[in-house]
């Protein structure tokens, strides 16, 4: 009978992602300089990750409680984070207004254009919009403000944590780990080994394109066939 491992725990720390990712450029001999500048570039990749669209593993649920009495907009940056620093917060994909009775209700995102063209801010009533001020240290303002005591429930897209200590490992998931060595090569083939940026650039996009993939919501979906009725 085979022998097979019994564990599913494979994962690289930094030195190790930037190790394969030099090996990968055809790099043997590396230089303290060129260790700092690989982790510094695989920063830039999670930045370059960001805006290629949501990491589902990043986003948080996260709850503000909303009170009537003194609000004022906007939700301020110190609230919207739980236990964090608002400024990891890149964007909200969905929110409601929850209320005392734990109904949730539907909150519709709006632009800065629409927030603004609204004459009077201070109507109250249950907030039905929010406007989520995309800055460094990003803002939400509620539309109507809140007539009753309500708990604004969202979930936030969090900053990726740097790649921090060469111990460390990444914060990614097991099938983004290709994609990342790939990219960090394809980063460092840039400052060191220009002849190798096209197929490593190409290795690169063919990896984030499989790992994207396979991040996306999967919800169950029936298909009906159409009747058609003979009379």
């Given at each position: 009978m085979p022998t097979y491992a019994s564990t599913a725990s494979?994962?690289?720390a930094i030195d190790e992602i930037i190790e394969e990712a030099f090996e990968r450029c055809g790099l043997q001999d590396r230089t303290g300089y060129e260790i700092r500048t690989a982790r510094r570039s695989l920063n830039i990749l999670f930045a370059d990750w960001a805006n290629r669209g949501l990491n589902l593993w990043t986003?948080?649920?996260q709850s503000i409680a909303v009170a009537s009495s003194g609000f004022?907009?906007?939700l301020g940056d110190a609230t919207l984070l739980t236990g964090g620093d608002?400024?990891?917060i890149i964007d909200i994909t969905d929110a409601v207004?929850?209320?005392s009775s734990n109904n949730d209700f539907a909150m519709t995102r709006i632009g800065r254009g629409t927030y603004w063209d609204y004459t009077v801010k201070s109507t109250s009533g249950r907030p039905t919009q929010y406007y989520f001020e995309r800055t460094i240290k990003p803002t939400v303002y509620l539309y109507p403000v809140p007539d009753v005591d309500y708990t604004f429930v969202y979930y936030a897209l969090i900053r990726m944590?740097?790649?921090g200590a060469y111990t460390n490992n990444a914060q990614v998931p097991f099938r983004f780990i290709p994609c990342m060595v790939a990219g960090l090569a394809y980063y460092m083939a840039l400052k060191y080994q220009p002849e190798r940026v096209a197929i490593l650039k190409a290795m690169y996009?063919?990896?984030f394109a499989l790992a994207a993939s396979a991040d996306v919501e999967k919800a169950t979906y029936k298909i009906v066939p159409r009747e058609d009725w003979v009379m």
């Open positions: 494979f994962d690289l986003i948080q649920k004022t907009n906007p608002t400024a990891t207004m929850r209320d944590f740097d790649a996009e063919e990896e």
